[in-house]
């Protein structure tokens, strides 16, 4: 699942693009030039997308006999990332919005090698290097990714991890960075939220990968230390010497409420034998009047509720790889799970044989 969700959203070189940042010029931008053999074909400007994947032609002429163009747009251009296309080959434009004239010379070849001649954006000169270095094989994708951390401009960071990037923690870590460069600059970008958000998934994806790793029947359950509705942290290594239910749970999760009843039946019963439930609330921020009413509505009478209140962002949720809720593990007297999202009927008979 993993893979094939990021192989999707990086599959392909510098695919996935941003376009709608602020910083926009008072008037259209032309860009002109001559492109040596690239006589009697169409020449395009497009912008590309960040997630949609639909490219937007902005406009489009015909290149002359003598190689020569010019495009121009009526409308103020927006800071992001274009392209300059003539059939399968491309000149990639950073713009922050500023430019009024780009002079584009050259040739196909040069293109393919980001060696044409460019005027009026020296952002647009390195990234095109880059990519010429990159499709000749003159550098790897590790010194891509060197580039990318030691970028000044967000949106040629960005570019440049952008279909580059593999699910690791390391590139992670690396897409983090560009998110945090985009959001000093153009803070209501909606190319930053959307990449906050694809980094946030991917951190989800990978935590949760690790998680079906060690969290599993056999294991010795992964501590959570967490305060209580009083302030005071309950670590769930102190409970070693009793069977365990921990059980994630939210005061607005109808399945969790519906299925309390039977965790208290079966605490109320065991609880002299040696059991104990840790309900671990997945409840959103500020959410704490509202947990603590369920508790006492749902009378979860047993000593240790823990949350820190941060929703699907808690960092006991993502240790455990939570994907929904309700969700239990049953841990022996070692702390050791032995039973997994035992719910209903399942689960006395699980603790009584444990006992």
Request: glycine share 8%; with cysteine; hydrophobic share 40%.
């Amino acid at each position: 699942m993993l893979r094939s969700t990021f192989y999707y959203i990086f599959s392909g070189v510098f695919t996935l693009l941003l376009v709608n940042c602020a910083g926009v010029s008072s008037k259209g931008l032309t860009v002109k030039g001559k492109i040596t053999d690239a006589s009697n074909l169409i020449i395009f400007l497009d912008k590309l997308p960040m997630v949609t994947r639909k490219i937007e032609v902005i406009t489009k002429a015909d290149v002359g006999t003598n190689g020569k163009f010019s495009l121009s747009t009526d409308t103020p251009m927006e800071a992001g990332i274009y392209r300059i296309r003539i059939g399968s080959r491309n000149v990639m434009l950073i713009l922050d919005g500023s430019e009024k004239t780009i002079d584009l010379t050259g040739s196909m070849a040069d293109m393919q090698n980001g060696t044409c001649t460019i005027k009026g954006s020296d952002e647009s000169i390195k990234v095109n290097k880059i990519v010429g270095q990159l499709n000749n094989k003159e550098i790897s994708l590790a010194d891509i990714k060197k580039e990318v951390a030691n970028a000044t401009n967000p949106l040629s960071a960005m570019f440049l991890a952008m279909g580059n990037v593999t699910p690791s923690k390391e590139d992670l870590a690396l897409l983090q960075g560009v998110v945090v460069k985009l959001r000093e600059k153009y803070p209501k970008s909606a190319y930053t939220t959307e990449l906050d958000n694809l980094t946030t998934g991917m951190e989800r994806e990978l935590m949760a990968t690790e998680s079906a790793q060690l969290v599993k029947q056999g294991s010795e359950a992964p501590n959570i230390n967490l305060p209580n509705p009083d302030g005071k942290n309950i670590d769930l290594k102190s409970l070693r010497g009793k069977v365990v239910l921990l059980d994630f749970w939210a005061s607005w999760c109808g399945p969790c409420r519906r299925e309390n009843p039977n965790v208290v039946n079966v605490y109320n019963k065991y609880k002299d034998k040696g059991f104990t439930v840790y309900s671990v609330s997945l409840d959103r921020p500020g959410g704490l009047e509202n947990w603590k009413a369920a508790i006492a509505a749902d009378k979860l009478s047993w000593p240790n509720h823990v949350s820190d209140l941060q929703h699907w962002n808690s960092i006991a949720g993502r240790t455990y790889g939570i994907q929904s809720i309700p969700m239990s593990y049953l841990l022996n007297k070692e702390g050791v799970i032995v039973g997994t999202n035992l719910r209903g009927e399942a689960l006395e008979p699980a603790i009584k044989n444990i006992l």
